[in-house]
């Protein structure tokens, strides 16, 4: 089945200053790749997704980057803000959808004022 | 728009119980998937209904199990309870078109602690 890692698992950064996340996959059949920010006591929220025919996607201070022959993809956060205090999940699946996610091990990421 | 509505959202029960968590999907979704997080597995994927059928299932032993009902809603139910089986129990509904799934939203979860 599919596998997926994700590093780092915290992150300190000063506000202002940008943030990577990387994760890897393992089932070449993947082809949707979404984020989501998880806050104390609330479930997952998709934040950013993309799907194996495109290479980056951008939204505002959010992007994603996407390498099919590493199989790696990347979270990229700027100018970040201490809202984006948060945990990161990356996540994996076939089919273009969200039938069945395999999820990475999550990254605590923390924004010092 | 109402989101994904999960309760409860917290339970406590004993060893050897059973539970069953419900699940109100937004509307017009009619993929409901659940998840178990726990800190030591993280986000595990546990089953998938789409139109009352289970559609994909991860590796959960037997006493796991789900339903769907007509108008989308789902419940899982775990027999037999371990103290292991402690965890936030997620839910995500999810859009169904041409190309599949559209983008899954998540409910706060319902926590359960077996004591």
């Known amino acids: 089945g599919e596998n997926v890692e994700q590093h780092p698992s915290t992150l300190s950064v000063q506000e202002g200053d940008s943030a990577v996340i990387k994760c890897t996959y393992s089932d070449s059949a993947s082809n949707y790749f979404p984020w989501y920010k998880q806050e104390l006591g609330k479930g997952p929220q998709l934040i950013i997704d993309i799907r194996s025919n495109v290479g980056e996607k951008k939204d505002q201070r959010i992007a994603v980057t996407l390498n099919k022959t590493a199989k790696h993809f990347s979270l990229h956060i700027t100018e970040t803000q201490p809202e984006d205090s948060a945990v990161y999940f990356c996540a994996a699946s076939r089919n273009f959808g969200n039938e069945k996610l395999t999820f990475g091990t999550g990254t605590r990421l923390t924004i010092i004022p | 728009k109402a989101g994904v509505t999960q309760t409860p959202r917290y339970l406590i029960k004993t060893r050897g119980q059973q539970v069953t968590l419900s699940c109100s999907p937004i509307?017009?979704?009619?993929?409901v998937s659940w998840y178990q997080q726990t800190p030591g597995q993280g986000l595990q994927f546990l089953f998938e209904y789409f139109s009352e059928t289970q559609r994909n299932k991860g590796n959960f032993p037997g006493r796991f199990s789900g339903r769907q009902f007509s108008n989308s809603r789902s419940e899982m139910n775990v027999s037999t309870l371990e103290l292991g089986d402690s965890a936030l129990y997620l839910c995500?509904?999810?859009?169904?078109?041409?190309?599949?799934?559209?983008?899954?939203?998540f409910g706060q979860g319902t926590r359960l602690t077996v004591v």
């Open positions: 509307s017009g979704h009619r993929s």
């Open positions: 995500a509904s999810s859009l169904v078109n041409q190309r599949g799934n559209t983008e899954a939203f």
